[in-house]
């Protein structure tokens, strides 16, 4: 997969952001959309900003909260294009125009080309350039 | 939005020192994070502040009547005048150190003549059969539909039967003032005021006629007070399913409280089931209802094949 996402250039990866086991990708119009791989099929729980078919949610002020069997996971600001957990124990992450925000850390102009995931974020650090963890699902759609 | 209170939901138990209940401090930081203001009318302030003198002539009578049992028994002691340390609680400061802006209302001449009236002929929202000629109820009342009509809506809290009877439902409704019995009810309606609490307006809000027709005692206009726990589905054509409980008021003044399930195909209401149905926390007399409603709710087209296309073109599709 080819594409440019939050001020960096993904060439020839599988996953350019995984954030915990999502992927995490932006269309052309920059709206965000969210893979689950943890499981033995990918599963879309947002497709372009939207909550995607099948996904429990409830609209908040600043977005919309994720559910799954009525617990709720992350909450998505789509205006900011911010993921912020509720149970899932990962630092937020907002794709900006020019830069990837992870919890304070912010990731500006970088080209990662070649791995399984470009961006990785993780319960205790983030990781450039890592490989598809081989528990995840392949994403397709 | 300006909230007017009754001074039943002021009422305490005991006389208070430092500060309100903890639910009304709940109510008064909730107010002030909608940005909302309180009003307190004067009749309210004035029952408020006599119902706290009994509480402080009890206090300075038992007080006194320490010293004069310690003086009995020879017990050393030094006097302090009850005056200086039992004091009458400042309910507007004690609102005030809640951070929310209060402001108390005097009556004006028109609101006596009107309430003087009403009293007079038994006139709604006074009841046709009280013995009661009582007018504060009715003061209270022409002020908070005074507010209403000023700022296009208003919220009044009060237990009072003449505040929240049906009687009042056409009058209050035409000035969009939105009654409440309880400092728990005004706390879920702010909830309904959440994005997802408007979300579940907009579904009930076509199929109401549907309900009012399965023989639910609810008055014609649409009286949501509460919508907890709410959670939707998403489909390909917008929601597809939402669940809740709801609360809604009935033509007496009663909560109905029951949990619902909406199917929604296509922005159409198809099915609509509720169970669990409680009045006043009774069971009605069925406690399910499934009902087919078939009726089109408003909501923007959804756009889901052209964002399912683009995703798909990230991945060469």
């Known amino acids: ?6 001020g960096q250039i993904f060439r020839d990866v599988q ?21 689950d791989i943890s499981g ?48 899932l124990g990962l630092p937020d992450c907002q794709i900006g125009q020019w830069e990837i925000r992870v919890g304070s850390n912010v990731i500006s102009g970088n080209v990662v080309e070649g791995f399984g995931v470009g961006i990785a974020v993780m319960k205790d650090g983030i990781a450039m350039g890592a490989p598809l963890p081989p528990s995840l699902a392949k994403l397709v759609i | 939005m300006k ?39 004067l009749t309210t302030l004035l029952e408020f502040n006599k119902k706290q003198s009994e509480f402080i002539n009890k206090k300075i ?8 049992l310690l003086s009995c028994f020879n017990i050393p002691f030094t006097r302090v005048e009850p005056s200086e340390i039992i004091k ?26 009107e309430a003087h009236k009403r009293s007079c002929f038994r006139e709604c929202p006074h009841s046709l059969n009280e013995k009661s000629d009582e007018m504060r109820d009715l003061i209270i009342w022409m002020i908070a539909l005074r507010f209403a009509r000023q700022d296009r809506g208003a919220i009044l809290i009060s237990q009072d039967v003449v505040h929240v009877h049906a009687r009042g439902d056409d009058e209050a409704n035409s000035v969009g003032l939105v009654r409440f ?26 199929v109401w006629e549907d309900l009012l027709e399965s023989g639910l005692p609810l008055s014609k206009e649409i009286s949501l007070v509460g919508a907890m726990q709410p959670r939707f589905i998403q489909g390909t054509k917008g ?22 399930e909406m199917k929604i195909d296509n922005n159409v209401v198809k099915e609509l089931k509720l169970s669990d149905i409680l009045i006043d926390g009774k069971p009605w007399e069925k406690s399910y209802l499934a009902l087919m409603p078939n009726k089109l709710y408003s909501s923007e087209q959804d756009d889901y094949n052209e964002r399912i296309d683009s995703l798909k073109k990230l991945f060469g599709g």
């Open chain 2, 239 to 260: 929601i597809s399913n939402a669940y809740c409980m709801i609360k809604l008021r009935t033509t007496d003044g009663k909560t109905l409280k029951a949990n619902i």
């Open chain 2, 88 to 113: 009458e609680p400042d309910l507007i400061e004690l609102i005030k150190k809640c951070g929310i802006e209060v402001r108390v209302e005097k009556p004006t001449i028109d609101d006596f003549v």
């Open chain 2, 61 to 68: 009578s038992e007080l006194e009547n320490a010293y004069k």
């Open chain 1, 1 to 6: 997969m080819n594409l440019q996402m939050g």
């Open chain 1, 15 to 35: 996953v350019p952001l995984l954030w915990g086991s999502r992927a995490v990708l932006q269309d052309k119009l920059g709206r965000l959309s969210l893979i």
């Open chain 1, 40 to 87: 033995e099929t990918a599963k879309l729980e947002i497709i372009g900003d939207k909550p995607a078919p099948g996904i429990e949610f409830v609209p908040v002020i600043e977005g919309f909260k994720i559910f799954d069997s009525g617990r709720p996971l992350y909450v998505y600001n789509p205006k900011e294009k911010i993921l912020s957990s509720i149970d």
């Open chain 2, 3 to 41: 909230i007017i209170i009754n001074s039943d939901i002021l009422y305490h138990s005991c006389l208070i020192r430092d500060n309100l209940s903890e639910r009304l401090q709940k109510l008064f930081l909730e107010c002030k994070n909608k940005g909302h203001i309180i009003v307190l009318p």
């Open chain 2, 181 to 206: 019995k309880s400092v728990e009810e005004v706390l879920e309606y702010f909830d309904i005021e959440t994005p997802a609490g408007i979300l579940i307006r907009q579904l009930i809000t076509p």
